[in-house]
Structures are given as C-alpha cells and as structure tokens.
C-alpha cells in the first residue's frame, strides 16, 4: 500500500512539473535533442530570466532536464529517452507544436573551427559516424578509440600513439553551440582537423572561424566516412 502511494505520489509531482505551460514549453523545445540555455528556454516559455531559472530548478528536481556545464555555459537537455517518450505522447494528444531553429549564419553552422577542432554541422557529423562505425567509444575520462577505430585513423594519416601522448584529453564530447549536439574535441578532434586541412578537404576563411568542405572533400568524406554532405 505504502509503495503503492509513494508511485501515486511520483507520478503526481512529475504531472505537475509538466502541466505549467512555461514548463512544458520548455521541455518540448528540447525534444529535437538539442540543448539550450536558460537564456533560450525563457524566451521560448516567454518568462522572465528569473521566473526560468525557477522553472528549471523545479524541472531537475523532477528528474525531467539534466544541466550541463561547459566554459560559462550552462545548458539544459531532456534527463533520458523515456522523459522525450512521456513528452511525444502528450504532444501526440496535444497536437503539433512549434520548432527552435537556431539563428546561426548558415556557413557557420554547416563547418567551423571550435579552438582546434570541427564545429557545426560537420562536426558533429563526424563525431556521429565515428560511434556508428564502431570507432569510437565511451572511456573513463571522455572517449576512446576501439581496435577498429586505430586502423581506420591511421588508414587516413592521423598518427593515434603520437596524438595519444599529447599532454591534453585525448578525445572527448565538445557541445556544438549551434547543433546543440555533440562534436569531437580534444587531441583527435585537433588532428582530425590537421588532416581535413592538410589533405585540402576542408579550405578556411582568412577573416572567419568558416570552413567550406572542397569538392574532393565532398567524396573522400563519403569515400572514406560513409559521410554525404
């Protein structure tokens, strides 16, 4: 009975974490899987930048939205899979609701340095396709490469030993600002870029953090990746 109660009373507060509508503005803001700052999510909601961070407090307490940190950041995602599944169905009954489009120039978004590595679309593309190939892995302290992953690196010139002992994280999860999703920073994200750019796949802008991937950029990335940009 006891148990039985305590589930009613779990299940009321997560009701009633979702059922104010700046709230549940924006948790269904984050169901494209981006992440957003407080920022974003009290302009979505329409509140005040106070009234939002309240709102957020409530939603972590309900186990609904997870921060993360990076820099001077703070950025909010959707807590797990299950939390977006609650949200789809009650978008379902509620019907279809508005998009966040990130108001990113569009050269920008597509390629860009972050410091040393890929940024935007692209980047985070290849971060994508080296956890679907099997390259890459989660480790204790950021991501690994897995036996597959080492020889298909130095298959495309990048030196692992050389850029493993580099006195830096080796490899790990950089949010994208304009994807809102992950891109590969580190040793390997810095080398990945060297390559891209000594094999003239990507060319730079001369007055911007830019990159435009080259026509042999294009099919090597399809070639060599699987990528289609």
């Not at 059922?19 to 509140?47: I, K, Q």
């Not at 972050?114 to 956890?131: E, F, K, S, T």
Request: aromatic share 6%; with cysteine; hydrophobic share 45%.
């Amino acid at each position: 009975m006891n148990a039985a109660i305590g589930v009613d009373e779990t299940v009321s507060g997560i009701a009633a974490a979702i059922g104010d509508p700046a709230r549940a503005r924006m948790l269904c803001s984050l169901l494209d899987g981006c992440a957003r700052t407080s920022t974003e999510l009290s302009v979505l909601a329409g509140v005040s930048a106070s009234t939002a961070s309240v709102h957020l407090s409530r939603l972590r307490a309900a186990n609904l939205v997870q921060l993360f940190a990076q820099g001077k950041h703070r950025y909010y995602s959707l807590r797990s899979p299950d939390v977006a599944g609650v949200l789809e169905g009650l978008c379902v009954l509620a019907g279809p609701g508005s998009r966040f489009t990130a108001a990113t120039p569009s050269r920008l978004r597509a390629a860009r340095t972050c410091y040393d590595h890929i940024a935007g679309a692209l980047g985070v593309a290849i971060h994508d396709r080296l956890h679907v190939t099997g390259w890459l892995t989660i480790g204790d302290y950021g991501y690994d490469l897995t036996s597959r992953g080492v020889e298909g690196l130095e298959a495309l010139g990048i030196d692992v030993d050389h850029t493993r002992a580099m006195r830096r994280r080796f490899a790990f999860a950089c949010l994208d600002w304009s994807e809102r999703r992950p891109h590969l920073g580190g040793a390997l994200g810095a080398a990945l870029l060297t390559l891209l750019r000594k094999k003239k796949w990507v060319a730079g802008d001369l007055d911007s953090r830019a990159l435009a991937i080259t026509r042999i950029g294009r099919h090597e990335l399809l070639v060599r990746l699987g990528l289609r940009i």
